[in-house]
């Protein structure tokens, strides 16, 4: 089931797509707004609630775990409480999330033989405690947006909707345990202030935005105002891959999903993403995904 809805208020707007599945809820919003506010938000859902922050920048307090968390795009968690009450206060004009809630019992069944944060969460859960999975907020790597983003643009309808979203709601699930796992036990060298955090989710952004013809490295530099090299190590450090992995990655993805949802050929997307030569194209392809383009096209 797939509902969208556009929302209007006095001073923006906020589009959103919700989908269920076997009880999983999930659901993607694009807020834009022309002044910054501050409004409340929440349900009495007894849930589990994994949230992405994609896009923006924003300052919420969690009421029942009377904390207040001060986020950019690019970061995720999971967290908890028989009933859910927030305040939001938007610090950017234009900020993009993505969520997946999962009912109390379904969550527990797939994560009581966890590993052992997830066990530990899990036995909060069990006994009604309110809590978030980890105090220290996950990035959102390159397999997490593909993710998203592969729920976002599917095409599947009726069953294999439900296939489909079921089985990437468990492998978020997955993706984000193991990312708050690592961000808990890492200790950050060269990212430690917010400044130039900001400069680093730029940087990604920037990718994203430009994946057909992006800027060259000293290019971003100069752009987000960061040199090189700190450019390079900070990226590392918050993402898990280099600037160029990371690019490679978006360009593989947006070829695949130009082979699915358009009449361009293999040629065309090579050249439209500015690789060498369609053979360079489609070994990388190949590399990637474990079929040629004309397979992926053929069985999307």
């Known amino acids: 089931m797939e509902e969208r809805k556009v929302t209007t208020y ?13 009880g999983i ?39 029942q ?15 908890y409480s ?22 109390k019992e379904l969550f527990i069944q797939f994560t009581v033989n966890g590993n052992d944060a997830l066990k530990r969460f899990a036995e909060a859960i069990i006994s009604g405690r309110s ?21 976002i643009h599917s095409r599947y309808t009726g069953d294999l909707q439900k296939i489909f979203l079921l089985s990437k709601s468990v492998e978020l699930l997955v993706l984000c345990a193991d990312a708050c796992t690592v961000a808990t036990n890492r200790t950050e060298a060269f990212i430690k202030t917010r400044t130039d955090k900001e400069k680093i989710i730029a940087v990604r952004d920037l990718i994203n935005e430009q994946v057909q013809s992006p800027p060259n490295l000293s290019q971003i530099a100069r752009i987000v105002g960061l040199n090189e ?23 593989l993805h947006l070829a695949h999903r130009f082979l699915r949802d358009t009449g361009k050929t293999a040629a065309e997307i090579s050249l439209e993403l500015g690789y ?17 383009p004309a397979a992926a096209r053929n069985n999307p």
């Open 229 to 251: 090299y700190k450019l390079k190590r900070g990226f590392k450090e918050t993402f898990q891959t280099t600037v160029f992995g990371y690019l490679a990655e978006q360009r």
């Open 25 to 63: 809820r999930l659901g993607h919003a694009v807020s834009s707004f022309s002044k910054l506010l501050s409004h409340a938000a929440g349900n009495r859902n007894d849930a589990v609630r994994m949230h992405f922050g994609l896009k923006g920048d924003y300052r919420f307090y969690y009421k």
């Open 82 to 103: 028989p009933e859910f009450d927030i305040v939001i206060e938007n610090k950017t004009y234009n900020i993009e999330t993505f969520g997946v809630q999962f009912p």
């Open 131 to 151: 809590i978030l999975l980890s105090d220290q907020w996950g990035a959102i790597e390159p397999p997490i947006q593909q993710a998203i983003d592969q729920i």
């Open 276 to 292: 060498a030569t369609p053979q360079h194209f489609n070994n990388a392809f190949k590399k990637k995904f474990g079929i040629t």
């Open 10 to 22: 006095e001073h923006g707007t906020v589009s959103s797509v919700t989908w269920q599945c076997d």
């Open 65 to 79: 775990l009377e904390r207040s968390f001060d986020l950019l795009g690019g970061h995720h968690n999971i967290m």
